[in-house]
């Protein structure tokens, strides 16, 4: 399981496990990292899961797709490695991977 | 409405359009039967045309997602007539609401700032004093009307502070909601002609503070920030006023009846409140799920601009299409014990009250904090309890969750 670095606005850091499969909305929430609201359970409609993917994994990790770029044209303070937490969903090698998240989710 | 006469009426008939349900509460039941035994509804005949009812949580957030099929061009509501008036030079209402992308975008940005959490903390001590204010001097022991003695003034007061609105002139944002909300025999409009005026002297007040605006420095209130940026300047007078209306309704009649709801949650669930009193820490989740039990906007209406397969129905182009958040909320297929109020439920923020896309309200996050200012001080003042001492009124809308009147005694 890759080991995944969640950085809160504060720097608080949080790591955890991730197991492959699930979205890293769903592993904040399901491991209570404040920070990451996931109001609309993951279907790429409130944008409250907005997170900034570290630039060493942006590549990787790549840019969101044409609907998920619209709502987060609704997130606060929106860059250019920005994504919705809910469309990444966890691969294998992707051990190291480092997110950070927002001062607060609009 | 008997459980009896209500499983004889064959579903296909029911018709959800008639506020009337709404004033007397009734609505639980009848959506517990469509989304039981038709969640994509099409009802074929009402006051206000035909329509389909989309009950189902995931149904709802398909519908609100896509606003590529479902369009929100003056079709936000089941009687469009509200929106556009009667009359060829009638004041719009509605703003970017009512609009689709890109002209919604363009609009919705120009009051973002204003809601954004970076903003609305400046505004946190402001309406924790003006709380505590009005709850120190309400009567203990005497019956009150809670929705008019603290809902209306407490959201009267934050929404003038926010829209940098006189604080002297404040219940007049309550009039215009009011009007903006209604419609003719509701108790508060009488004609559409009386109802234009009053809007028309609505859009004159704010053209007139946005000039006043215009020639200060800029400020973080709403009407500053509309003034002031290149896109809000960019707007037509008609255009302004209008996106002033969805913001007079979204800021007030969401809070204050979501402030009513507070009450009559905890009344109803003597058990939540003692585990709140108990641990004031559940007061996040608890705004949540009172946000989501009482649903303040029911419904949001769209038009379908393509023909549209959803739970095996074929929806066709041209048709209206309502979003019943009110009964998404209580999908027992979504969400576990959907019909009870419990502070600390698991995903207490997945709820349909918000709604969902491009159009989710953009006051959220100010909702929250005016709730959770409120609980936070209801519990400072150490009360044991508040009682409801009568059943309160519901307002005759299907769009507005509306609490008119709320008596209550405040227990030492
Ligand atoms: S959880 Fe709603 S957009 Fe990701």
Redesign the interface.
């Given at each position: 399981m890759p080991k995944v670095t969640y950085i809160e606005a504060s720097g608080a850091e949080h790591f955890v496990d991730a197991p492959t499969g699930l979205s890293a909305m769903e592993v904040a929430?399901d491991n209570s990292i404040p920070g990451i609201?996931?109001?609309?359970?993951g279907?790429?409609?409130?944008?409250?899961c907005h997170v900034f993917v570290d630039e060493a994994w942006s590549e990787e990790v790549g840019g969101p797709s044409a609907?998920e770029a619209?709502?987060l044209?609704?997130a606060?303070g929106a860059q250019q490695n920005s994504r919705l937490a809910c469309q990444i969903n966890f691969r294998s090698d992707w051990d190291g991977l480092v997110l950070r998240m927002p001062?607060?989710?609009? | 409405m008997e459980d009896l006469a209500l499983d004889a009426l064959p579903a296909e008939g029911l018709d959800v359009s008639d506020p009337s349900i709404f004033a007397q509460n009734l609505q639980g039941p009848i959506f517990e039967r469509l989304r039981r035994e038709d969640p994509v509804h099409y009802c074929s005949k009402s006051p206000y045309g035909p329509y389909w009812s989309v009950t189902r949580y995931k149904d709802i957030?398909e519908v609100?997602?896509n606003h590529g099929a479902f369009s929100s061009a003056g079709a936000t509501s089941l009687d469009e007539v509200r929106a556009k008036g009667v009359s060829a030079d009638a004041t719009p209402i509605g703003g970017f609401l009512s609009m689709d992308?890109p002209g919604h975008?363009a609009q919705r940005?120009i009051v973002?700032p204003a809601l954004?959490?970076?903003n609305l903390v400046k505004f946190q001590d402001l309406i924790r004093e003006r709380t505590r204010g009005v709850l120190g001097t309400l009567p203990i022991g005497e019956e009150f009307d809670w929705a008019k003695t603290v809902s209306v003034e407490l959201t009267m007061l934050m929404l003038a502070t926010l829209l940098g609105f006189p604080s002297e002139g404040r219940l007049r944002l309550k009039r215009w909601s009011d009007i903006i909300a209604g419609v003719p025999g509701d108790g508060v409009v009488e004609s559409w002609e009386q109802r234009d005026q009053e809007l028309k002297e609505m859009a004159r007040t704010f053209l007139m503070l946005r000039d006043e605006r215009r020639a200060q420095e800029p400020a973080s209130d709403l009407l500053s920030i509309m003034a002031h940026s290149p896109e809000g300047q960019a707007l037509s007078d008609m255009e302004f006023a209008s996106n002033v209306s969805i913001l007079i309704v979204g800021g007030n009649d969401t809070t204050r009846n979501s402030m009513s709801a507070t009450v009559m949650s905890f009344h109803e669930n003597p058990g939540e409140w003692a585990k709140l009193k108990a641990n004031p820490a559940m007061i996040d989740s608890a705004v949540s799920e009172i946000i989501r039990c009482h649903t303040p906007i029911m419904s949001q209406g769209r038009r379908a601009t393509q023909d549209y397969e959803l739970g095996g129905k074929t929806i066709r182009k041209g048709d209206k299409v309502m979003m019943w958040y009110i009964s998404g909320n209580r999908d027992e297929t979504a969400i576990r014990d959907a019909d009870r109020f419990i502070i600390d439920r698991q995903?207490p923020?997945?709820?349909l009250s918000?709604g969902?896309?491009?159009h989710?309200c953009l006051g959220?996050?100010l909702a929250d904090m005016q709730l959770r200012i409120l609980l936070e001080e209801i519990l400072a003042q150490g009360w044991s309890r508040i009682e409801v001492t009568q059943p309160p009124q519901f307002a005759q809308s299907s769009s507005v969750r509306g609490v008119r009147s709320l008596p209550v005694r405040i227990h030492p």
């Open positions: 929430i609201d996931g109001d609309c359970g279907q790429a409609a409130c944008a409250t609907h619209q709502m044209e609704l606060e001062a607060a989710q609009f | 957030i609100d997602s992308p975008g940005k973002t954004a959490p970076s995903n923020r997945h709820h918000f969902f896309g491009i989710r959220n996050r």
